[in-house]
């Protein structure tokens, strides 16, 4: 909620109007439905006007628009609706980290961490701490937003500071840092890939030189900025904006108990243990999850998911045994019911919008409008830094209708990296630049699949907080890194420093 004090500057008043009209937007459910809707119409009248692309992939082919209100659309819509819902990537995500989570949330093992980190991390250090926690947080693929989002809140409630100031500190490390890194994560192989089979098409020589580290450079020099600005932006901008926090949520630092002191230390030893004989699936030659190639290609990097509720769960339970909080397997169960009766909301948005998200792809609309913007963007003439602002304009405006990154790129990468290989510029920083402007607008679009669950974070500490809400919280983080990573990227290009090993910014034909 924003601040009500007066004589607010221009940005300030701005951000309290999108705000206001943010809010008055319907419920995500009801917008997501909305938008389904649309997507029907859409497709009935660009499927009769007969508008049709080139296929990226099978040159010779064409792909063209699908009725959904055509006979064969409606029995489209009703056969596939149950997978939709079960298919809705984020669904198992935030379900099944949730049950780990939620166990070591209700034995008390989160509160009492927390209570001895917000103790022993100097306060001048917590914001900087945790938007870098945000952005590490991709190592873990998507459970940095069911994880590091609440508890940001809860760090800086605990501190006696705005908790939304924290949650969106912490939202904007891990999405709006999400392409940086200081390990490779498995973004960098799943887009790597695409970008590979891309210039393949246009160089087959070039693109068996490409490896998937080749905006690692980059990446690790996003990190440090992403850090710096997100420090500045969550101190300087949201949290006077935000004001002084006056909910009835409170998060205290209390002191530990000794049981509870116990309870912490048990709890990391059995992380620790828990951890060395997850490794064991790993590290050896004949570990069932080490896989052949790198470790990023192997099965344990694809089981991130249950690996991160084993490790919250299993700490989880030690601590409740030790501190009493958990007697018998009852209330194991109970405690993980009870957290799965939270997340009832996010089940229903989840149904709705992975209706959305399967028309928005059975139809071809996000195809085409991926490569209409690609032929404008051609069709301009820009060169250097103009042909920059552009692809990150044109991608940032997709991502505000396709959330997933790997899926974009999937579309994208085929018509854009030929074209700007055409034009003298790498496929390595086509696809730094695509990770830039895909990053940069995750925190402000509502499509974003785990945007409803940070608004329902938002509203433990203040019910009014809405899309709107959220919006106008992210804006600052959204523009100025953007302003912050064009920045970098111009002067990457006047130095003509590699992205990576072995990846150059231009293409040299």
Same mark, same amino acid.
């Given at each position: 909620m924003a601040s009500s004090a007066k004589n607010k500057g221009f940005f300030m008043r701005l951000l309290d109007g999108i705000e206001r009209v943010g809010n008055r937007l319907p419920h995500p459910v009801t917008l997501f439905a909305i938008f389904c809707l649309l997507i029907?119409?859409?497709?009935?009248?660009?499927?009769?006007?007969?508008?049709?692309?080139?296929?990226?992939?099978?040159?010779?082919?064409? =792909?063209?628009?699908?009725?959904?209100?055509?006979?064969?659309?409606?029995?489209?819509?009703?056969?596939?609706?149950?997978?939709?819902?079960?298919?809705?990537?984020?669904?198992?995500?935030?379900?099944?980290?949730?049950?780990?989570?939620?166990?070591?949330?209700?034995?008390?093992?989160?509160?009492?961490?927390?209570?001895? =980190?917000?103790?022993?991390?100097?306060?001048? =250090?917590?914001?900087?701490?945790?938007?870098?926690?945000?952005?590490?947080?991709?190592m873990a693929a998507d459970a940095g937003y069911v994880v590091l989002t609440p508890l940001g809140a809860v760090l800086f409630a605990g501190m006696g500071r705005h908790p939304l100031a924290g949650l969106a500190a912490a939202f904007a490390g891990v999405s709006g840092g999400f392409s940086a890194n200081l390990l490779l994560t498995s973004l960098d192989p799943?887009?790597?890939?695409?970008?590979?089979?891309?210039?393949?098409?246009?160089?087959?020589?070039?693109?068996?030189?490409?490896?998937?580290?080749?905006?690692y450079y980059f990446m690790i020099a996003s990190v440090i900025l992403i850090t710096l600005i997100g420090t500045f932006v969550t101190e300087k901008i949201v949290e006077p904006r935000l004001g002084k926090y006056k909910g009835e949520v409170k998060e205290t630092a209390e002191d530990l108990k000794p049981e509870e002191k116990k309870g912490l230390w048990a709890a990391f030893a059995a992380f620790i243990l828990t951890g060395l004989l997850l490794s064991l699936l790993v590290v050896p030659e004949w570990g069932p999850l080490r896989g052949e190639g790198s470790i990023i290609d192997s099965p344990f990097f694809h089981s991130l998911v249950p690996?991160?509720?084993?490790?919250?769960?299993?700490?989880?339970?030690?601590?409740?045994?030790?501190?009493?909080?958990?007697?018998?397997?009852?209330?194991?169960?109970?405690?993980?019911?009870?957290t799965m009766a939270t997340m009832g909301s996010y089940v229903v948005l989840a149904f709705i919008a992975g209706q959305f998200v399967a028309y928005f792809k059975e139809t071809n609309l996000g195809i085409v409008l991926a490569i209409n913007g690609a032929e404008f963007l051609e069709s301009t003439g820009f060169k250097g830094i103009p042909l920059i602002l552009t692809f990150i304009l044109i991608t940032g405006i997709i991502n505000l209708f396709i959330g997933s990154a790997s899926a974009k790129w999937a579309i994208m990468a085929p018509v854009f990296v030929p074209i700007m290989m055409g034009l003298g510029y790498s496929p390595e920083f086509t696809q730094a630049v695509y990770r830039v402007s895909d990053s940069t607008t995750n925190i402000i679009s509502p499509l974003l699949p785990y945007f409803a669950i940070i608004i329902a974070f938002a509203q433990k500490y203040d019910k009014r907080v809405g899309i709107g809400t959220l919006i106008s919280t992210m804006l600052p983080y959204s523009l100025f890194f953007t302003l912050g990573w064009v920045l970098m990227l111009i002067v990457w290009m006047f130095t003509g420093i590699d992205l990576g090993p072995g990846s150059p910014i231009y293409y040299d034909k």
């Open positions: 029907m119409v859409a497709s009935a009248i660009f499927a009769n006007l007969g508008v049709q692309v080139d296929d990226p992939v099978n040159e010779g082919e064409v =792909l063209q628009v699908k009725n959904l209100l055509s006979a064969e659309g409606i029995k489209y819509m009703f056969e596939s609706a149950v997978s939709n819902f079960t298919g809705f990537a984020p669904l198992g995500t935030v379900l099944v980290t949730m049950l780990g989570i939620g166990l070591a949330e209700r034995s008390g093992l989160i509160s009492a961490g927390l209570r001895a =980190l917000v103790m022993s991390v100097p306060k001048q =250090l917590m914001t900087a701490a945790l938007v870098f926690g945000g952005i590490m947080s991709s799943l887009l790597g890939s695409l970008t590979q089979e891309a210039a393949a098409t246009l160089d087959p020589a070039y693109a068996g030189q490409m490896n998937f580290a080749m905006n690996v991160i509720l084993i490790m919250f769960f299993i700490p989880g339970l030690v601590y409740g045994m030790v501190t009493k909080t958990i007697k018998n397997d009852k209330d194991v169960a109970n405690q993980m019911s009870d």
